[in-house]
């Protein structure tokens, strides 16, 4: 016997708390009835569906990384626009991206099917070190360099303090280092300084590393 939720992460990607969530809703059905939270079920003889769906059983976990690159959007629904599942191979089309890069960014995106890790690696509970390449369309000056490593730029949903190391000589090509994973926030950030980022490029997130990836391309992480 195993617990539904559990069951519902391992073979969905969603986490265990998305699983609580579909559960108390009703949107879960085992042989056709809905059950309550905790609920246990016998994989090898229970019929589970999520929405009328029913959900097959994976054989492992797969977690994978895509070197992302710019004009993609990390969504299965590009309306209209190109998507990252257009790269992937079919064997990997039905992993989860875990948190995104936006259209315009590039790097290390990692997909799952695994839920417990996607959401080990996106709550706010569970700080992960993102590390991104940014170049900016002029220099950064050392008083914004101070206000933004040091003390934080107040943005409309909170301060953001980013850590940052230097390039290059000009100063317009910097290391961004962070652990929070807001909307657009190191460009927020930037941006609020009279700055905008030209390229921005994720090399590392938490002990994920892109390496000598190409554009486009997958590795097994």
């Known amino acids: 016997m195993i617990r539904l939720n559990k069951y519902l992460a391992t073979n969905t990607g969603i986490s265990r708390r998305e699983a609580d969530e579909l559960i108390s809703t009703g949107k879960v059905r085992v042989n056709g009835s809905v059950v309550p939270l905790g609920a246990q079920i016998n994989p090898q003889k229970d019929r589970v569906t999520v929405r009328g769906r029913s959900v097959n059983v994976l054989a492992k976990f797969t977690t994978v990384i895509l070197n992302k690159p710019e004009g993609y959007v990390s969504s299965r629904n590009g309306q209209g626009r190109p998507t990252i599942y257009d ?12 948190g995104r890069l936006d259209q315009n960014s590039s790097g290390l995106l990692l997909l799952t099917n695994d839920g417990d890790l996607a959401h080990s690696l996106t709550h706010p509970g569970f700080a992960k070190v993102k590390i991104y390449e940014a170049r900016l369309d002029k220099p950064l000056e050392p008083l914004h360099v101070q206000m ?14 980013l850590g940052l190391e230097k390039l290059d000589d000009e100063a317009v090509e910097w290391r961004v280092i962070m652990s929070e994973g807001r909307n657009r926030q190191i460009r927020r950030t930037f941006k609020a300084l009279g700055y905008d980022v030209l390229r921005l490029h994720r090399t590392d997130f938490g002990p994920y590393r892109l390496g000598d990836l190409e554009s486009g391309s997958t590795k097994i992480a």
Request: aromatic share 8%; proline share 8%; charged share 25%.
């Open 87 to 98: 790269l992937l191979p079919p064997e990997y089309r039905q992993l989860k991206s875990v």
């Open 148 to 161: 933004i490593a040091d003390f934080g730029i107040d943005l409309a949903d909170g301060k953001s303090q």
